[in-house]
């Protein structure tokens, strides 16, 4: 078979223990579907910054860049929240975006009927609820410049948030793209009422919407829009938007599934390759005690093999998988209502394979 080259960055806290259990279901697909994958591992993280001197080590990057997908797990940890800027794990996941041209984050929040007792939101309100949010993912003020500075009242922190046409436009036409081929609804949030990048965002999704005339557009203050994920989530289709506020409404949107844990990413450039992680973090509350939700990373390879490897069929198998170990009633703590009935990562990983077909 094709043996397609997987780099594999597990990081910190629960990162190796969610991403082995998508690696068991990578494998169950090798036997099901005839698919071959070669693994690679790399050092990534707080643990890279422990054994390495650096979150991001160049053999890291070497594996990955010589990859045809990324799996990764998840940085950071109370461990290195005081390090300065280059000794953080942080610093390490946003250096492997920037690197690998990772400009479009994809965020889907995908309502599993079964979990609507699991979200804390009323089941009606949830009726419906089908969203992706499409982050920009290497500009804004994640990559400004950053300085301290001696100021009037003493030391003073700045972050600048930079965005140029060209980076707007580029996420901006995939996210007009997605909408086509779903229900052809995108909504552009920014702070266009403050903020001169998000005049300059707006503007850009203006002069671009004519080219897109199927799809309906609407533009939504970055605030309001936080509220009306709460109000009316089933109305949204496509939401796109700049880095910072990407990151805080897939945050929110997770709420809608029930949990952080079920929510899945792919982070894109031009072409094919791909980095595929959950969006959530390394979760040091819970990390070591095997009771983490590996769904999140699970999920997030069957959008490595739609959206990298075109690999559709063994993609639907993994989430016709999910769909029915769930509507079976298992739970980890995180969505489950009786926390009694819980079950481990482990045992979660192990029914979704089961399941498979
Ligand atoms: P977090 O997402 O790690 O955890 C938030 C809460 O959600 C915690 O209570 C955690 O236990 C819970 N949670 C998260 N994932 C879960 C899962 N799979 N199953 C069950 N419960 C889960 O966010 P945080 O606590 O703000 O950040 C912790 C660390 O992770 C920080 O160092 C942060 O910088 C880092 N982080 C990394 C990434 C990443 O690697 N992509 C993303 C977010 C945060
Ligand atoms: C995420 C995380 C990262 C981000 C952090 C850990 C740098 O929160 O992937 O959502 O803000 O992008
Ligand atoms: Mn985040």
Redesign the pocket.
């Known amino acids: 078979a094709d043996v397609k080259k997987i780099a594999v960055i597990a990081?910190d806290?629960?990162?190796p223990e969610?991403v082995e259990e998508a690696i068991k279901v990578m494998k169950k697909t090798e036997e099901l579907y005839g698919l071959s994958f070669e693994f690679e591992h790399g050092l990534f993280?707080g643990i890279a910054i422990d054994e390495k001197g650096t979150p991001l080590p160049d053999e890291t990057l070497e594996i990955c860049k010589r990859s045809d997908a990324v799996l990764?797990g998840?940085?950071?940890?109370p461990k290195w929240?005081s390090n300065p800027k280059e000794l953080r794990?942080?610093t390490g996941?946003l250096g492997i975006r920037k690197a690998l041209g990772l400009f479009s984050n994809i965020r889907p929040a995908t309502i599993f009927d079964c979990l609507k007792e699991a979200s804390t939101l009323k089941p009606e309100v949830l009726e419906g609820t089908d969203l992706i949010v499409v982050r920009e993912l290497t500009g804004g003020i994640y990559f400004g410049e950053k300085f301290r500075r001696e100021g009037e009242h003493g030391e003073e922190a700045v972050d600048t948030c930079v965005y140029n046409a060209v980076e707007v436009e580029r996420i901006v036409r995939q996210a007009f793209e997605i909408a086509q081929k779903r229900r052809k609804k995108l909504a552009s949030v920014d702070k266009a009422n403050v903020l001169e990048t998000s005049r300059l965002w707006r503007e850009v999704v203006n002069r671009i919407a004519p080219e897109y005339p199927d799809v309906e557009l609407e533009h939504v203050l970055v605030d309001n829009c936080a509220m009306q994920l709460l109000r009316r989530p089933s109305s949204f289709d496509v939401i796109v938007t700049e880095n910072m506020f990407g990151d805080i409404l897939s945050d929110e949107a997770a709420m809608l599934t029930g949990?952080?844990?079920m929510l899945s990413s792919a982070s894109l450039g031009e072409g094919a390759f791909g980095l595929y992680?959950?969006?959530?973090?390394?979760?040091?509350?819970?990390a070591g005690q095997g009771?983490?939700?590996?769904i999140?990373t699970i999920l997030s390879v069957a959008l490595m093999y739609r959206l990298t490897f075109g690999y559709e069929e063994a993609a639907a198998s993994i989430e016709e998988a999910v769909k029915a170990v769930l509507d079976a009633g298992h739970r980890?703590?995180?969505i489950a209502v009786d926390k009694s009935q819980a079950i481990g990562t482990t045992a979660m990983g192990d029914l979704i394979v089961a399941a498979m077909k």
């Open positions: 990081g806290g629960i990162g969610v993280g990764l998840a940085v950071g940890g929240d794990p942080e996941l949990s952080i844990g992680e959950p969006v959530h973090g390394s979760a040091p509350d819970i009771i983490a939700n590996p999140a980890t703590g995180d």
